[in-house]
């Protein structure tokens, strides 16, 4: 559902980031990321060839639909950390406009430590997780 006054994607950003780096620690940051993973259900159903992100260790599923010049973002992924970091994705650009998401790219990953979300999977993954919302629109 869209919201009225929707805060912009550059002030939840910002209060991700906070959030992220008032974290002390990677342990800290990991259970962090396993909590929101673990309340997110993720999307079993999506566990398919064709809406799995390629080249990334972990496997990531997305399905992306565009109405109304607003996104619409489905996922899930085998990691319990990666379903807490794409659930940050998910409050950030659910219900964007394409410009929106644009303008705004996943800057809060540089907060995440790589001890606890490897770079491979932050560059394979999570980015190539970003780069296919335009695919659809």
């Known amino acids: 559902m869209i919201q ?11 209060r991700w980031k906070a959030r992220l780096k008032r974290l002390e620690d990677c342990f800290a940051q990991c259970s962090f990321l396993l909590s929101l993973g673990l ?9 398919r060839e064709d809406y799995r992100i390629p080249g990334c260790q972990t496997a990531i599923w997305q399905k992306v639909n565009w109405e109304n010049g607003r996104i619409s973002i489905r996922y899930d992924s085998d990691s319990v950390l990666v379903l807490g970091v794409l659930s940050i994705f998910q409050e950030l650009y659910e219900e964007r406009e394409i410009r929106e ?21 932050r560059e394979n993954g999570l980015r190539r997780y970003y780069e296919n919302l335009f695919r659809a629109s």
């Open 4 to 14: 009225e006054k929707a805060e912009e994607i550059s002030v939840v950003q910002a």
């Open 101 to 121: 998401i644009r303008e705004n790219p996943p800057e809060f990953l540089e907060e995440i430590s790589e001890e606890v979300i490897y770079r491979e999977i």
């Open 39 to 47: 309340s997110n259900p993720g999307n079993r159903e999506l566990r």
